[in-house]
């Protein structure tokens, strides 16, 4: 049995700097290799829709014939399933957590679409007569 | 005398996670109780159904939020066993290191939470400032910091390199040296032993009929760790169960204590031994059979029941967890006891609610 043992622990914390980070004052310490936001980059992105049908949440959208992309970002676990199926790289974890999401929209990425064709040139008028 | 039943909890200060125990009292002794559970099913067994078993994963991990790696792993065992996967010998290792750290951070928050339930706040907050440090160390290796995300069938999807497993080994040496002040006031200090010495005492052939698993069944003096099982790594580790012949309260505290030391010195053995080479496999094609997985969670055994059929959605999936297999030795030990012991005997089988009820 002993007394007092907490004593010298709570000694040594009373002349220390409190182990608790106080934020919003101070930043947040980013751990590199931290699962956070998932980011989607348009330009690469073929669109195949392998992160749509890997997702185990059902956060993600793919629509090839309107190259549209989107994320639903209360779903999202950030379990980074879909950045090891991507085919291209287009998709990546980042350390932020982002901004907080307050709706239950979905957030839509739009991939450029190619230039409609030129229509057919019309045919030469045939001369009457 | 008259009797009277007193509801403890769903909610109660004590509890974490929502249990019921109708407390029948004789004046200030409990005479009887009564538990019922049910309150946090998600119905995740069923979801097999739905999500092929490589997704299930990550739902196997959503268990429990203090063990999930563990849970993750065992379901990744028991597909891998089906599927006569070789898993790389450096994943397993990899396995056991985050298995321990795991059950490092989930004794650190017990510690906790008990010195909280028996009122000594500066202690509980002691011990989560130490387990911040392990779930700093989780969260730079695997991503996450509580859902580890990083068990796959066939082998685990991120590797930790020289450098990195240095840092994880300089942490925990700080780490260690914490443990050794928080400890010293849990097994030591007069307060916390007069609240813990002889209260719940379970007996050690009780706690065998009662089918008692994990630092509950070790505190009893039985010998019965899983991972002597040699299942991961732990075949080519050396490590001993940790036991207690008393049987209460303070015991089940020490064994965890004890327990968390021997986590580190397995994860330093680990690191020491950690093979080169491949971290996964492809696993190519259905399970098609039945495995019943078993290893050592923080709480005890666990037992993942698997069964497939041939196709990409499993047939059938069932866990018991150690929660479920140490809640009658918790009936057993309440009644006789003080009521003001009760919120002590309950934290001491270290409940995990959503486990128990998925």
């Known amino acids: 049995m002993a007394y007092f043992r907490m004593t010298q622990m709570a000694l040594k914390w009373a002349i220390s700097k409190p182990a608790t980070n106080p934020y919003p004052f101070a930043p947040r310490v980013i751990i590199p290799g931290s699962r956070g936001l998932l980011t989607f980059n348009k330009d690469t992105c073929v669109y195949c829709s392998v992160c749509r049908k890997k997702c185990p949440t059902g956060a993600i959208g793919v629509n ?4 549209k992309w989107a994320i639903d970002r ?5 379990c980074g399933y879909c950045v090891e199926a991507c085919p291209k790289d287009s998709l990546a974890l980042s350390t932020s957590h982002g901004s907080p999401a307050v709706t239950k929209d979905r957030e839509i990425y739009q991939g450029e679409m190619p230039a409609p064709k030129a229509p057919a040139a019309a045919p030469a008028p045939v001369p009457a007569g | 005398m008259a009797r009277t039943v007193i509801p403890f909890g769903p909610q109660h200060p004590v509890l974490p996670e929502p249990i019921m125990l109708d407390l029948v009292v004789e004046d200030e002794k409990v005479v009887e109780a009564i538990p019922k559970i049910g309150f946090v099913h998600r119905g995740l067994e069923k979801l097999v159904e739905k999500k092929d078993f490589h997704e299930f994963v990550f739902v196997a991990e959503r268990v429990c939020g203090i063990c999930s790696f563990i849970h993750g792993q065992t379901y990744c065992q028991a597909v891998e066993q089906i599927m006569g996967v070789a898993v790389p010998p450096r ?7 985050w298995g321990e750290l795991s059950r490092l951070h989930s004794h650190l928050l017990w510690l ?4 909280d339930g028996f009122g000594f706040e500066s202690l509980f907050m002691h011990s989560w400032r130490v387990r911040e440090k392990v779930l700093n160390i989780i969260e730079a290796t695997t991503g996450g910091r509580v859902i580890f995300g990083t068990c796959k069938v066939g082998g685990v999807r991120r590797d930790i390199d020289t450098a990195a497993m240095q840092s994880l080994l300089a942490q925990l040496a700080v780490i260690e040296k914490d443990m050794r002040e928080i400890v010293d006031v849990f097994l030591e200090d007069n307060s916390v032993k007069r609240r813990l010495c002889g209260v719940g005492v379970l007996a050690k052939d009780d706690a065998y009929q009662l089918g008692c698993v994990g630092p509950m069944a070790r505190a009893s003096g039985l010998t019965q760790d899983m991972r002597q099982l040699g299942y991961a790594a732990f075949g080519e580790l050396t490590f001993q169960p940790i036991t207690r012949p008393e049987g209460d309260s303070f015991a089940r505290c020490a064994v965890r204590c004890g327990e968390l030391f021997q986590s580190v010195d397995l994860i330093r053995q680990a690191a020491a ?3 080169t080479g491949e971290i996964e496999v492809k696993v190519t094609g259905n399970p098609n059979g039945e495995f019943a997985a078993r290893t050592e969670q923080p709480r005890g055994e666990v037992v993942y029941y698997v069964k497939a059929n041939g196709t990409k959605n499993l047939q059938r999936f069932r866990v018991r967890t150690p929660t479920f297999a140490n809640i009658p030795a918790l009936v057993k030990l309440l009644p006789g006891c003080d009521l003001a012991d009760v919120p002590i005997l309950v934290l001491t089988i270290d ?3 959503s486990c128990t009820e998925r």
């Not at chain 2, 994943?91 to 290191?97: F, S």
């Open chain 1, 64 to 67: 090839r014939h309107q190259k």
């Open chain 1, 74 to 78: 209360l779903r999202c676990i950030s």
């Open chain 2, 91 to 97: 994943a397993h290792y990899l396995r056991t290191i």
């Open chain 2, 112 to 115: 906790g939470l008990l010195a």
């Open chain 2, 273 to 275: 031994r950690l093979p």
């Open chain 2, 351 to 353: 409940p995990c609610i």
